[in-house]
Nanobody, 136 residues
Framework: QLQLVESGGALVQPGGSLRLSCAVSGSTADSYVIGWFRRAPGTEREGVACISNSGSSSNYAGSVKGRFTISRDNAKNEVHLQMTSLEPEDTAIYYC?????????????????????????????WGQGTQVTVSS
């Protein structure tokens, strides 16, 4: 029933900014913890950021500390990832994902700030991804 659709991916130069969006449909967005994940060429999918159901808590991977901001607007059923100071290492397909699992909620809320390493299998629903390329 739940559908997630990412948008906003683009080619951007190092140091640039980009905002990704995730539209949630089929259910109310506030029923789910939302995570952003990415998969770079030749690597496994890794967690980037997460946000609690209400939006009161969020967390990030250390690699994006101080550069990325996750937010949500449950009234609009939207989640966003604002990315700044982009680096070539940020090049990847970016996915939004949703979950109702308590383990994912716990991990997002209780892990020390900027130490989050989201586990893909804890997230039940996934979008198709949007490509972000950071290059000169």
């Amino acid at each position: 029933q739940l559908q997630l659709v990412e948008s906003g991916g683009a080619l951007v130069q190092p140091g640039g900014s980009l905002r990704l969006s995730c539209a949630v449909s089929g259910s109310t967005a506030d029923s789910y913890v939302i995570g952003w994940f990415r998969r770079a060429p030749g690597t496994e999918r890794e967690g980037v950021a997460c946000i609690s159901n209400s939006g009161s808590s969020s967390n990030y991977a250390g690699s994006v500390k101080g550069r990325f901001t996750i937010s949500r607007d449950n009234a609009k059923n939207e989640v966003h990832l604002q990315m700044t100071s982009l680096e070539p290492e940020d090049t990847a397909i970016y996915y939004c994902a949703a979950t109702t699992r308590a383990s994912a909620r716990y991990g997002c809320i209780t892990t020390a700030q900027n130490m989050w390493n989201g586990v893909s299998y804890e997230y039940q629903y996934w979008g198709q991804g949007t490509q972000v390329t950071v290059s000169s």
